[in-house]
């Protein structure tokens, strides 16, 4: 099994930066990739950004391209989303998710492992 944590999430004003954080513990060579999913309430969720875990291959939701960062740490098993210039749109639910196939990234339904989601609150 594979446990995921997020933290980092808060409440910040428009145009302001968040650093969120997903540590991976248990059995993690079985990661292919990672991804952060998002979900407001009365949405469904939806795909932020992905990288593959070996390769480093990056994929990005056209919302939060050239804003967002992913990035990761094979040695700490850590993924990051760097948030930059955010907009009240942005505020949800953010999960982090591993994937042990290959795949298009971008679906929730490829995804096993999530883990239990941290607030992201962008006020006006």
């Known amino acids: 099994q594979v446990q995921l944590a997020e933290s980092g999430g808060g409440l910040v004003q428009a145009g302001d930066s968040l650093r969120l954080s997903c540590t991976a513990s248990?059995?993690?060579?079985?990661?292919?990739?990672m991804a952060w999913f998002r979900q407001s309430p009365g949405k469904v969720r939806e795909f932020v950004a992905a990288?593959?875990?070996?390769?480093?291959?990056?994929y990005y939701a056209d919302s939060v391209e050239g804003r967002f960062t992913i990035s990761k740490d094979n040695f700490k098993n850590t993924l990051t989303l760097q948030m930059n210039s955010l907009k009240p749109e942005d505020t949800a639910i953010y999960y982090c998710?591993?994937?042990?196939?290959?795949?298009?990234?971008?679906?929730?339904?490829?995804?096993?492992?999530w883990g239990q989601g941290t607030q992201v609150t962008v006020s006006s």
């Open positions: 248990g059995r993690t060579l079985t990661h292919y990739a």
């Open positions: 998710a591993s994937t042990p196939t290959r795949g298009r990234y971008t679906s929730e339904y490829e995804y096993d492992h």
């Open positions: 990288i593959t875990w070996i390769a480093g291959r990056i």
